[in-house]
């Protein structure tokens, strides 16, 4: 049924350029017999423009893990309260794009700051081609601001770091080895009635890996605070593991090819693949340098102009 579901998107798709190149033609024809207007012309060629760049991106999206969902983990860096409030801002613009884009959110965990914004959040986001177009976002993401929260009213720069993994579904295969889990169970904190405090709903999973590649060893750590019932919790954190382990495959397959690699940049501090700078009305981005001054429009979710440039940029990767 997926398999018949994608390829009847890629019809849909193809239908709906040959409609718009046809009524261009049409229009066009019409124009020299001064039954259309010349701005009726410049309407239909940007929509038949619009809906093959569209059909071309997606075509850039052929590997397997560019059709599933994602695994949106956002950071906080060193800045107390500035940086919490930015890793906030990326919370929201992240839930904007998604909902204008018809896909399914879950917040799996929350920390929030300690006077204002968020120290640190999982989201799931579910829906064909998820992570497809968010793995552009993976990376650390620069502000530039004066800050509301400086009494100098200085200008400040802050981090947060975006991890984009796969959302993992009962399609895909990962073996989880039963004796390397271990729980614990929390209370849930912060806002939810009195049930959430007093029920030890939040579940904390371990899980002892070991790379089958290096040897090097690693506790994954992973809390689900998203519903008030435990066995629920546990079967969401289970999934993010599975799609944790699923990534770091995934990883491993990435590093064997070269071209990506040489492509890829380091996610570390001070090597931030986009700058958001509030004074100068400019967000850019580094990997592809392309930038736009409409601020406010990118923090609301307008994401699509750059996620499309890197996907431009990069498709070479995805051959």
Same mark, same amino acid.
């Given at each position: 049924?997926?398999?018949?579901k994608?390829?009847?998107? $890629?019809?849909?798709?193809y239908?709906? #350029?040959?409609?718009? #190149?046809d009524?261009?033609?049409?229009? $066009?024809?019409?124009?020299?017999? =001064?039954?259309?207007?010349?701005?009726?012309?410049?309407?239909?060629? /940007?929509?038949?423009?619009?809906?093959?760049?569209?059909?071309?991106?997606?075509?850039?999206?052929?590997?397997?893990?560019?059709?599933?969902?994602?695994?949106?983990?956002i950071?906080?860096?060193?800045? =107390?309260?500035?940086?919490?409030?930015?890793?906030?801002?990326?919370?929201?613009?992240?839930?904007? $794009?998604?909902?204008?884009?018809?896909?399914? +959110?879950?917040?799996?965990?929350?920390?929030? =700051?300690?006077? /204002?914004?968020?120290?640190?959040?999982?989201?799931?986001?579910? =829906?064909?081609?998820?992570?497809?177009?968010?793995?552009?976002?993976?990376? #650390?993401?620069?502000?530039?601001?004066?800050?509301?929260?400086?009494?100098?009213?200085?200008?400040?720069?802050?981090?947060?770091?975006?991890?984009?993994?796969?959302?993992?579904?009962?399609?895909?295969?990962?073996k989880?080895?039963?004796?390397?889990?271990? $729980?614990?169970?929390?209370?849930?904190?912060?806002?939810?009635?009195?049930?959430?405090?007093?029920?030890?709903?939040?579940?904390?999973?371990?899980?002892q890996?070991?790379? &089958?590649? +290096?040897?090097?060893?690693?506790?994954?750590?992973?809390e689900?605070?998203?519903?008030?019932?435990? &066995?629920k919790?546990?079967?969401?954190?289970?999934?993010?593991?599975?799609?944790?382990?699923y990534?770091?495959?995934?990883?491993?397959?990435?590093?064997?090819?070269?071209?990506?690699?040489?492509?890829?940049?380091?996610?570390?501090?001070?090597?931030?693949?986009?700058?958001?700078?509030?004074?100068?009305?400019?967000?850019?981005?580094?990997?592809?340098?392309?930038?736009?001054?409409?601020?406010?429009?990118?923090?609301?979710?307008?994401?699509?102009?750059?996620?499309?440039?890197?996907l431009?940029?990069?498709?070479?990767?995805?051959?």
């Amino acid at each position: 049924m997926k398999k018949i579901k994608d390829l009847q998107q $890629w019809i849909e798709g193809y239908s709906e #350029v040959e409609k718009a #190149v046809d009524e261009l033609s049409i229009a $066009w024809d019409f124009l020299k017999e =001064g039954l259309v207007e010349e701005s009726d012309i410049d309407t239909l060629y /940007a929509d038949a423009i619009a809906k093959i760049e569209n059909l071309e991106l997606r075509n850039m999206l052929r590997r397997e893990e560019d059709k599933m969902g994602v695994v949106l983990k956002i950071n906080s860096g060193a800045g =107390g309260t500035e940086s919490q409030d930015w890793a906030s801002m990326l919370m929201r613009m992240y839930l904007r $794009w998604c909902e204008s884009h018809g896909y399914k +959110t879950s917040i799996a965990n929350l920390l929030e =700051g300690d006077e /204002a914004g968020i120290k640190s959040t999982t989201i799931n986001v579910e =829906g064909d081609f998820a992570y497809g177009y968010l793995k552009s976002e993976n990376g #650390v993401h620069r502000l530039v601001r004066v800050s509301p929260y400086n009494a100098q009213g200085k200008r400040m720069t802050s981090f947060a770091s975006v991890f984009v993994t796969p959302l993992v579904d009962d399609t895909i295969e990962v073996k989880v080895e039963q004796a390397l889990l271990s $729980w614990d169970t929390f209370r849930s904190g912060g806002a939810g009635g009195q049930n959430v405090n007093k029920v030890e709903s939040g579940v904390r999973l371990r899980y002892q890996f070991t790379d &089958p590649y +290096t040897g090097e060893k690693e506790e994954i750590l992973i809390e689900n605070t998203e519903t008030r019932d435990q &066995p629920k919790n546990k079967e969401n954190a289970l999934r993010q593991l599975r799609s944790i382990l699923y990534d770091k495959e995934l990883q491993h397959r990435m590093q064997e090819q070269a071209k990506i690699e040489a492509g890829k940049m380091k996610i570390e501090w001070g090597s931030q693949i986009r700058s958001y700078v509030f004074d100068d009305r400019r967000v850019k981005d580094h990997r592809t340098n392309y930038q736009t001054s409409d601020v406010n429009g990118v923090m609301d979710g307008d994401l699509d102009d750059f996620i499309k440039a890197y996907l431009m940029e990069f498709s070479d990767t995805n051959d």
